[in-house]
């Protein structure tokens, strides 16, 4: 019994990876993901404490976690066993082959961690002095290996700080797409965005329906998109450009390529 009351379960779908405490939970959030890719989902019996410090140090501390698969090691969480087609249902990929085969081909940790694709990292902030105030929109663009791709700030005008987080998470995605990336990670400090786009939290305002709606549209674009609620102190670059962008005009926009 109490291998089972710790048991919880790891879901990779494209490039994310989320972790959950029930197999509810689980089955609820890969049938509504926002695209599809083959799925691949473990089960394991006991989180180790370096795993749950991990994710604590993310700052990820619900019974729900996303990861991005880079972040991720050999052996996080354990001990990983397939879910076979038995234990849980999952929609066939592109090809026709159910996820239990495809995991059938690979070893468990495999499968969870391997990924292809030109990906990026997109970290979003929006700053409002007076909420509503004159605001900004920051974004901070990474390559796969952390190294720096650009600086985005877009001024605001008057605009309240919900409403400035969209619309940086709004230029990201649209930089993005520009430049051709196919998978994104996204990370913000702004948990109210972060759950929305996630489909975890309801739209009542709304001005934010507006920009949650063209929020959606772009990252469904995506092949594969992530999004996780990061501390603010994990998040300090884009607000820097957040404030930095309170100072521009209205709808100006200023970016920054690493050279």
């Not at 663009?141 to 190294?147: E, F, I, M, Q, T």
């Not at 051709?180 to 786009?197: A, P």
Request: with cysteine.
């Amino acid at each position: 019994m109490k291998e089972e009351k710790e048991a919880f379960f790891v879901a990779r779908k494209g490039d994310i990876v989320g972790v959950y405490k029930s197999l509810t939970d689980c089955q609820a959030q890969v049938g509504s993901s926002i695209c599809d890719p083959p799925v691949s989902v473990f089960k394991g019996h006991a989180m180790p404490k370096d795993a749950e410090k991990y994710l604590l140090s993310c700052g990820l501390k619900n019974a729900l976690y996303s990861v991005k698969t880079d972040d991720l090691t050999e052996g996080l969480f354990g001990t990983l066993s397939p879910c076979g087609p038995s234990s849980f249902q999952l929609p066939s990929s592109s090809r026709g082959e159910t996820s239990s085969e495809l995991v059938s081909k690979k070893r468990p940790h495999e499968a969870l961690w391997s990924g292809s694709g030109r990906s990026c990292t997109l970290e979003f902030d929006g700053a409002s002095k007076g909420n509503p105030g004159q605001a900004g929109a920051g974004v901070v663009l990474r390559a796969d290996d952390g190294s720096l791709i650009c600086r985005l700030r877009e001024g605001l005008g008057i605009a309240t700080c919900n409403a400035a987080e969209y619309r940086a998470i709004i230029l990201g995605l649209k930089y993005a797409l520009d430049k051709g990336f196919t998978n994104v990670r996204v990370r913000g400090d702004s948990k109210l965005v972060c759950m929305q786009i996630q489909g975890l939290w309801k739209v009542k305002n709304q001005n934010i329906s507006i920009l949650y709606e063209e929020a959606k549209r772009l990252k469904d674009k995506f092949t594969s998109f992530q999004i996780i609620h990061v501390l603010r102190d994990s998040n300090s670059e884009a607000d820097e450009q957040a404030n930095l962008a309170v100072e521009l005009a209205d709808g100006q926009i200023q970016e920054e390529i690493d050279k």
